[in-house]
């Protein structure tokens, strides 16, 4: 439920006000009667003089002790009311399943005596705390996509590779992420959107809108899980309605009914009868017969090539996706390298590359549980947002220290009230900037020198670079931003990572389909940390978190830590 009203906007308020807030027992009694669990409260100008809202938060909360009450001031102190409103609601629809999914996680954690604190990893690809993300859940929402991306920036780092696309491809969705010279791509706005899910900066409108810090991620619901289906004009469709684990795709044999694309890449050969280490044991004919049943038999098709449709179709789906991270943003996507990861991603990664003219894949030396990784190359980290709205001709350097020093000491209180009292941190400050009549504004680093002349500089080249032109009119600044985190702590080294060798060289053969023409081939299957530093596709390479599957005439080189570049033909 939301809540909106006008609140007030700079007029002094002593708090005489609050009774004309109140909920009243009454009216608490009748929401919690009519099934409300969380409720959302947005006044109009709440980031200028917030007392009316919080008031009112406080009213609710006494009178609805039961519910979850989130203050638009809490999440997003910043002018917009649409995307200050959205994104409150969005954080009021995931408090209550949030919240109970980490106090039991918590407890379970102590119940069997681990006493370390729970860190949880936000859609900046940072660390925060388990109280952190029951009071903010809206910015962990991208949050696995988010922490695999930084592992891939450390690990090309690592390995010499800086310019790449993260592609990660799990059970229900996948997802792209641009790296360019080592750097994640970031941006403060996201919007869950039909069809794909991409940062608001260039379509608004039609999703479910986040104004808060994240990795620059676009997603399509495309995923190992996804039901292939089709429409009402006979057109074949995959995704975005995925099979879940339970009951999950027809060869799973717990009761689903419609093909998916596990099931299709398990008649085409090219994942094994037997997933995670044999636990899993597939069921080829369920799988066949699911699709013979409604995508084959209905257009007089052979199973093969149903099974090839829809593979082929999931990866235009997420193809799309890379598209978005580069051609949509003037980038040619032959200049990057594709590292895939997820348990899906090795299964696709080089046909989605190939489509689009990319001719390197990596894969790292874990896939399935490189986003668990990633979670380690993060810090712990605060945010933090204060209005500046201010023209830049009249741009205030006194005021703006001031406001960097009271950032600052927020900063410093919320990691000592976490148990972290006088620890180093680090300060990275943006302030949004735009040009006059704008409604979207650009997150600006500060520079060192920070000058009006500075500022405007820095300003129009990102302009130009993220638009492809500059205007005229006046610039102004919106709001200052702070990314503070601990400048010391353990995060994962990559370098430090060495390939497992095992015993295991047995190489067996099956069949499996590469397309319409090179057909059925006899692929050599065999452990990949048994494989050698050099090989020739077709080969299929399983582990027991995924499975890469190297087309025909692609050549891969191993390292020493386990990763594998292929060079495509």
């Not at 390298?337 to 348990?343: K, S």
Request: net charge negative; charged share 20%; proline share 5%.
């Amino acid at each position: 439920m939301a809540a909106g009203g006008s609140g007030t906007h700079g007029r002094r308020w002593d708090g005489a006000g609050a009774s004309r807030c109140r909920c009243g027992d009454r009216g608490g009694t009748t929401l919690i009667a009519q099934g409300v669990t969380s409720i959302a409260i947005c006044f109009l100008n709440s980031y200028v003089n917030p007392a009316h809202e919080r008031a009112a938060a406080g009213a609710l909360a006494s009178a609805c002790p039961e519910a979850s009450i989130t203050a638009s001031i809490d999440v997003l102190p910043s002018m917009g009311e649409y995307e200050r409103c959205s994104t409150t609601v969005v954080n009021a629809y995931v408090v209550p399943a949030l919240r109970g999914y980490l106090t039991r996680l918590e407890e379970g954690l102590r119940g069997i005596g681990v006493s370390a604190p729970l860190l949880i990893g936000n859609s900046n690809g940072g660390l925060s705390t388990a109280a952190h993300a029951q009071r903010r859940p809206v910015f962990f929402i991208t949050s696995g996509r988010a922490a695999g991306a930084v592992g891939a920036a450390r690990m090309g780092t690592r390995i010499g590779v800086q310019d790449l696309i993260a592609f990660d491809m799990g059970g229900t969705t996948a997802s792209a992420t641009l790296i360019r010279n080592g750097e994640v791509s970031r941006t403060h706005e996201y919007e869950f959107r039909d069809g794909i899910s991409t940062p608001s900066r260039f379509i608004k409108a039609g999703g479910y809108m986040m104004r808060v810090p994240t990795v620059d991620v676009a997603e399509v619901g495309s995923g190992a899980g996804s039901i292939a289906a089709r429409d009402e004009g006979g057109l074949l469709r995959v995704g975005p309605v995925s099979a879940g684990a339970l009951p999950g795709p027809a060869c799973y044999g717990k009761g689903g009914d419609y093909p998916t694309v596990t099931d299709a890449n398990l008649a085409l050969g090219l994942i094994p009868p037997a997933l995670g280490g044999g636990s899993i044991t597939l069921d080829a004919k369920a799988g066949r017969a699911a699709i013979a049943r409604h995508i084959a038999q209905p257009v007089d098709l052979s199973v093969d090539a149903a099974a090839q449709g829809i593979r082929d179709v999931v990866n235009a789906n997420m193809a799309r996706a890379i598209r978005a991270v580069t051609v949509e943003r003037g980038l040619d996507p032959r200049d990057f390298t594709l590292l895939a990861f997820g348990g899906s991603g090795p299964v696709h990664a080089c046909d989605v590359a190939a489509s689009l003219g990319m001719t390197r894949v990596l894969f790292p030396a874990a896939p399935g549980v490189f986003t668990a990784a990633g979670m380690l190359a993060g810090r712990l980290e605060h945010h933090f947002l204060r209005p500046f709205l201010a023209d830049l001709r009249e741009f205030d350097a006194t005021g703006l220290e001031t406001l960097v020093r009271v950032m600052q000491q927020d900063a410093a209180n919320a990691f000592s009230s976490e148990g972290y009292q006088g620890t180093a941190l680090t300060h990275a400050f943006s302030l949004d900037m735009r040009f006059r009549g704008q409604e979207a504004s650009l997150a600006i680093a500060l520079p060192e020198d920070t000058t009006a002349a500075s500022l405007r500089t820095a300003f129009m080249e990102n302009y130009r670079e993220t638009y492809g032109y500059v205007s005229d009119d006046r610039i102004e600044t919106v709001a200052l931003r702070l990314v503070a985190a601990l400048a010391e702590g353990p995060v994962l080294d990559f370098s430090a990572a060495q390939k497992t060798h095992t015993r295991t060289t047995a190489k067996t053969t099956r069949p499996a389909y590469f397309g319409s023409k090179a057909g059925w081939l006899d692929v050599p299957v065999m452990r990949r940390e048994a494989a050698g530093e050099t090989l020739t596709g077709p080969i299929i390479l399983e582990s027991d978190d995924c499975t890469v599957v190297i087309p025909p005439d692609a050549h891969a080189l191993g390292d020493s830590a386990g990763n594998l570049l292929v060079t495509l033909d």
